[in-house]
């Protein structure tokens, strides 16, 4: 079975010859942007035996406001950037070209955040969150324009750069942050726009639920996720892969590994990490609707040895259906 047919046999839960395996990590400095960027993604792929690939938007999680935010009132002065943007653009360029170099052989997929996300990025937590307490509507005016230009991106990215489908982090669930009633009213609406659109273009999306700050979010706000497969933080949430298979309605999930630096992926030895994926896979009960890999992100720092032994293991295990 080849990277692309077991990739979409997991996300259909259909039979895998064995799990596969997908981890990412942030490209920094000098390989932020531009062809750094890119060369940097394709040497890492080129390196791991890993069966997709998840093209980072690194260097774009600030969107760049067409005017400047200052008080609530100014987010209604927004305007979109349009796709000839470098907003836009750079993100397409480096898409097809990472696309071109792997899409033969593995599935491709391109990390896009909803306008929530967006705007926190690019403006910071503190005045985002004090903007919505003053003036929540005029913060969703703004909202409306970053979701205009990540309509244009997604278009961009599955028209021209083909890509097979989207990660799409989800943030902002954090207990202390929103109500229930709040999140439905201010965030979900936008969330459901770029979610709805992806999913016009491809059943093969995957929601990631975002435990940047180290804090339990509230699970229940994305149970209901539209997607087929599901990637959460099982170390931070303290919810198990298997406990998430049922708690998401039979979701395909992604994840297993804590990707922090204390996390075994990265001080296990050969024995402790082959011990513990194997592990994770008798645990979750079957091989199909599985994907391991991290809870999020992981260390550019971790040695590749350590994920070629995650890699080792599912080979190892092979097929229980």
């Given at each position: ?147 205009e230009d990540t309509f244009t991106l997604i278009r961009a990215l599955m028209e021209e750069a083909k890509c097979d489908g989207l990660y799409l982090p989800l943030q902002g669930g954090e207990y202390d942050r929103f109500t229930p009633e709040e999140y439905e009213a201010i965030v979900r609406p936008f969330d459901k726009m770029i979610y709805d659109l992806a999913n016009e273009y491809s059943d093969y999306n995957m929601s990631h639920l975002c435990a940047w700050a180290g804090l339990k979010n509230r699970l229940s706000l994305w149970k209901d996720v539209p997607v087929k497969a599901v ?91």
């Amino acid at each position: 079975m080849n990277y692309r047919e077991r990739f979409f046999n997991a996300m259909d839960q259909k039979h895998v010859d064995r799990v596969p395996v997908g981890f990412w990590h942030h490209f920094f400095d000098e390989n932020w942007t531009g062809i750094n960027n890119i060369n940097s993604h394709i040497a890492y792929y080129n390196e791991l035996p890993l069966d997709f690939i998840k093209i980072m938007c690194d260097g774009y999680f600030e969107y760049p406001f067409s005017t400047k935010i200052e008080t609530a009132s100014d987010w209604k002065r927004l305007k979109p950037l349009g796709k000839d943007s470098e907003y836009v653009r750079g993100q397409v360029e480096r898409a097809k070209i990472i696309n071109d170099h792997f899409i033969a052989e593995r599935a491709c997929l391109y990390n896009v955040f909803v306008p929530f996300t967006v705007i926190r990025h690019s403006l910071g937590d503190e005045p985002v969150m004090a903007h919505l307490k003053e003036d929540p509507e005029a913060v969703k005016e703004g909202m409306k324009v970053v979701a205009e230009d990540t309509f244009t991106l997604i278009r961009a990215l599955m028209e021209e750069a083909k890509c097979d489908g989207l990660y799409l982090p989800l943030q902002g669930g954090e207990y202390d942050r929103f109500t229930p009633e709040e999140y439905e009213a201010i965030v979900r609406p936008f969330d459901k726009m770029i979610y709805d659109l992806a999913n016009e273009y491809s059943d093969y999306n995957m929601s990631h639920l975002c435990a940047w700050a180290g804090l339990k979010n509230r699970l229940s706000l994305w149970k209901d996720v539209p997607v087929k497969a599901v990637n959460w933080a099982v170390f931070i949430e303290e919810l198990s892969l298997a406990e998430g298979r049922e708690f998401f309605g039979g979701k395909t999930c992604v994840g297993g590994f804590d990707n922090r630096p204390q996390g075994i992926l990265n001080t296990g030895t050969e024995a402790e990490i082959k011990d513990y994926t194997k592990k994770l896979i008798d645990d979750f009960g079957t091989t199909r609707g599985l994907i391991l890999g991290a809870d999020c992100t992981i260390p550019a720092t971790i040695s590749p040895d350590h994920i070629r032994w995650v890699i080792e293991a599912a080979e190892e295990y092979g097929s229980r259906d």
